[in-house]
């Protein structure tokens, strides 16, 4: 017995086990041969190699596991990504670690690691149904404490029931916060004021007449389901101001933004309201917006009543797509992997100019791709440096075939820029800078190419006037003739930039006004290094 106990690796259960069978010899009912047989058992090693085993299995190993000390490693190395990407081009260590972060492997195993982190693994079981009586419901009370913040959460009349109902949840808000109110949550009293029959404005008015703690009475829905936020960004294409949208369900709740603005999309449950939050605002209660279909829907009816009353019909009306939201994802700059640089405006706005300029800069590193002919080469003119030569034949046989970007014909000639020329400036690790026509925009915009589109647009008709004479700048509407422009040709370019904003202006990624051409030409060489050294929105299958 004591040699049993002076073994340090002999583990205590079995030790104190013995210990009592000692004590208790006397008083148990049973014979010497009994005694020893179960005395021995406790102390035989297998029983101890048995129960050493055991206990690694039941413990898992807890003395020896390692615990994750974060649940978003995912998220911190994209803010590393972001520190250290205008460092990428000029420190070793910064650019090896950028591509680094961005290997799939690397990125695979810290989604694992946020996977496990978060325990998401796990499988999720329906709720265990409440056993009550028939004709007896359960309610749960629910208080919060009220504040300037909004309760986050909106009211319905059910239109089955007639009761009032939780209609939806804000991701963020106090009702979210709290984990005791869900969607569905039949609304029985509030304040101890009784809500049957009453509406939902009739509801507000209460809410809003209470101070310090709202306790409300509520009958639990079938079920609840948890409210997980979706990871979609997306760019709005038009600006919105929830105090003016008369069909808004709350607009307390309402979220507004401008065009431009990306927005953090955490729900999308309601097929006419989503809930949003604009990227990097620290509120993190999100708002209502209209969803893409009901903004869609009313562009839709906005146009056809325009019609209806008279108005000048807009053929551009019948464009393919009604730009509302586009999903995005950001895109890091990559040494050697260099996006062209895409200039649209209209004609005469001065595209030409600032392209020349931004090359002269560095010619070496900007590039413009070699345009096709149809027509023979001029006296001193070299095949593949001023134009590549080909037959018609060949021209009109790559149009049809679409692998020209933009093309047209003049003087009996066709010209065009070739796709595979654009590539293969990119692939050479060159900037390529293009002017096409702002048609050729949706050949240009692939996940391919990743273009970063610059709209160049003049000022108003005074300044154009003013700024274009006082440069003595040459008309591009008379080819044959060296002459300023006419009242009727600046007319003609700001006509052609509000087609051409109404058409594209969902494709932009940059307006540059090209008021003054030395102020303009700073601004295009600032988006210049911008491109190349921050990670910018992109559409979200670019990065895919």
């Excluded at 300037?148 to 009761?163: C, F, H, R, V, Y």
């Excluded at 997306?234 to 927005?263: M, N, Q, W």
């Excluded at 001029?378 to 593949?384: A, D, S, T």
């Amino acid at each position: 017995m004591t040699a049993v106990m002076a073994n340090g690796n002999w583990d205590p259960a079995l030790s104190r086990l013995l210990v009592s069978l000692e004590e208790a010899r006397q008083v148990l009912p049973s014979s010497e041969e009994e005694f020893g047989f179960l005395s021995g058992l406790l102390q035989s090693k297998e029983l101890h190699a048995l129960v050493k085993v055991h206990n690694k299995i039941i413990n898992n190993g807890k003395d020896e596991k390692f615990h994750p000390t974060v649940s978003n490693s995912m998220q911190i190395a994209l803010d590393v990504l972001d520190v250290i990407a205008p460092k990428a081009t000029s420190n070793e260590d910064c650019k090896n670690l950028f591509i680094l972060l961005q290997k799939p492997h690397i990125q695979g195993l810290l989604c694992a690691h946020d996977a496990v982190a978060q325990k998401d693994y796990f499988p999720r079981l329906p709720e265990i149904p409440l056993e009550v009586d028939e004709d007896e419901e359960t309610i749960k009370i629910v208080q919060l404490v009220k504040s300037s913040e909004p309760l986050g959460a909106t009211i319905k009349t059910d239109e089955q029931t007639g009761k009032i109902v939780i209609a939806r949840i804000m991701h963020g808000g106090a009702a979210d916060r709290s984990g005791l109110i869900h969607v569905g949550d039949e609304v029985c009293e509030v304040n101890g004021i009784n809500v049957e029959g009453k509406t939902p404005n009739d509801v507000l008015k209460i809410l809003q007449a209470s101070e310090g703690t709202i306790t409300f009475k509520l009958v639990p829905a079938d079920s609840k389901s948890g409210l997980r936020e979706s990871k979609v960004r997306v760019r709005a294409h038009f600006d919105y101001t929830s105090s003016t949208d008369p069909y808004i369900p709350c607009k307390e709740a309402g979220l507004d933004f401008k065009k431009g603005d990306i927005l953090h999309i955490v729900s999308q449950d309601d097929a006419y309201w989503w809930q949003a939050r604009r990227e990097g605002d620290r509120n993190m209660r999100a708002g209502l917006i209209p969803s893409r279909a009901l903004q869609e829907r009313r562009i839709i009816h906005e146009r056809t009543q325009k019609e209806k009353s008279g108005d000048e019909k807009n053929d551009d009306f019948d464009r393919e797509e009604i730009a509302t939201y586009e999903e995005v994802a950001k895109l890091y700059p990559r040494p050697g992997l260099q996006r062209p640089l895409v200039l649209i405006g209209p004609p005469g706005v001065g595209r030409n100019e600032l392209k020349r300029r931004l090359i002269a800069t560095d010619p070496d590193k900007y590039k413009t791709p070699i345009p096709y002919t149809s027509r023979p080469p001029k006296h001193g003119e070299v095949n593949g440096k001023d134009y590549f030569f080909v037959t018609r034949e060949k021209m009109e046989e790559d149009i049809e075939a679409s692998k020209f970007i933009e093309f047209g014909e003049y003087k009996g000639n066709l010209y065009g820029t070739s796709a595979e020329s654009v590539k293969s400036l990119v692939n050479a690790g060159y900037v390529c800078i293009l002017n096409p026509h702002y048609q050729a925009l949706k050949m240009l915009r692939t996940p391919q190419l990743k273009p970063y589109i610059i709209y160049i647009k003049p000022p108003t008709f005074d300044i154009l006037k003013e700024t274009r004479n006082a440069a003595y700048a040459r008309s591009t509407f008379d080819e044959t003739n060296s002459r300023g422009f006419t009242d009727e040709e600046f007319h003609e370019i700001l006509h052609s930039s509000e087609r051409i904003e109404f058409l594209y202006s969902h494709l932009f990624d940059e307006v540059i006004v090209n008021a003054d051409l030395s102020v303009a030409f700073e601004q295009l060489v600032r988006v210049a290094s911008k491109v190349e050294t921050e990670p910018l929105w992109v559409p979200a299958s670019w990065v895919q």
